[in-house]
């Protein structure tokens, strides 16, 4: 499930840039929602009436910090940011899962995990300070403030993450994540279609149906899909494990950036290795003696 989901979050950063040589950050944030929602609408409508008002309420959360906001977030930051960058800058979503649990939900970690998020941190890091042209230690050449937006969304994913786990445990996944994305639908159709440009450029540019292609597997597939995995998984392990996908998504990110034209350097090798050392470190069970 791990693997299964860095796959699928590491290639939406690719698919958002490709939106993005058409439509809006916007445009595609909210024709992200659209799709997700109204895939999964079917499933959600049955399931308004078994759920109580402060259930409800935790979806509504849930709807907007673990998909609406970091939808438009991550689209916004990618008007200026690589694709290959964004995908770095979300593995802070384990620490900022620790950050929020230790301040409002009274989580604890372990010695181990904190170990092994130091370390996957560091190799973050040293991704960020070589930049997507991998230039060393030049780190002020290579941060954007675009990023600052990228780190917002994966705030919004370490209060999603603890909302789950510690509020709405009763509640199946796909009920999660389809009721989650119904009640901000609305709000993305209103904006989609009202307030945008989108159906213009959908008839009339050139690349437009293919760029509506993209966004709509990145709904489809890296959101209402991907979203029902992960909740599933959230029910079923730690917070920090569960959000420890992000380690891995950087790796799937670049290996798409190196596909559409970027390259990697040796800091960028350093830094994976770093990720995937920290991960293994943080997750890894205690034999116990015989």
């Excluded at 079917?42 to 849930?62: E, F, H, S, V």
């Excluded at 010695?111 to 230690?137: Q, T, Y």
């Excluded at 603890?162 to 389809?178: D, L, P």
Aim: glycine share 10%.
């Amino acid at each position: 499930m791990l693997v299964l989901l860095a796959l699928i979050w590491g290639s939406s950063f690719i698919l958002i840039k490709k939106a993005l040589l058409i439509f809006s950050a916007g445009e595609v944030g909210a024709f992200r929602i659209v799709t997700a929602g109204m895939v999964l609408l079917p499933l959600a409508m049955p399931q308004l009436k078994r759920l109580q008002n402060k259930q409800l309420g935790y979806l509504l959360t849930i709807g907007f910090v673990g998909s609406f906001i970091p939808a438009f977030l991550f689209a916004t930051a990618q008007t200026n940011l690589s694709s290959s960058l964004a995908g770095v800058i979300n593995a802070l979503t384990p620490l900022m899962v620790v950050t929020v649990g230790a301040f409002f939900f009274g989580s604890r970690i372990t010695s181990r995990n904190a170990l092994g998020l130091l370390i996957a941190f560091v190799g973050v890091g040293i991704l960020v300070m070589a930049g997507s042209e991998g230039k060393g230690w030049a780190v002020f050449s290579s941060i954007n403030l675009y990023g600052l937006l990228v780190v917002g969304a994966t705030i919004c994913y370490g209060l999603n993450v603890n909302i789950i786990k510690f509020r709405v445990q009763e509640i199946e996944a796909k009920v999660i994540t389809s009721v989650s994305l119904m009640m901000v639908l609305p709000l993305a159709a209103v904006y989609l279609w009202g307030f945008t440009d989108f159906s213009f450029k959908l008839l009339h540019m050139d690349g437009a149906w293919r760029a509506a292609g993209y966004i709509t597997a990145l709904g489809v597939v890296g959101t209402a899909a991907a979203l029902i995995l992960f909740n599933a998984m959230v029910k079923l392990v730690t917070p920090v494990f569960a959000s420890s996908v992000t380690y891995l998504v950087p790796m799937v990110a670049l290996f798409w950036g190196v596909l559409d034209g970027e390259s990697l350097f040796f800091f960028h090798y350093l830094g994976i290795f770093a990720v995937i050392l920290g991960v293994w470190l943080g997750n890894r069970k205690t034999k116990l003696p015989k």
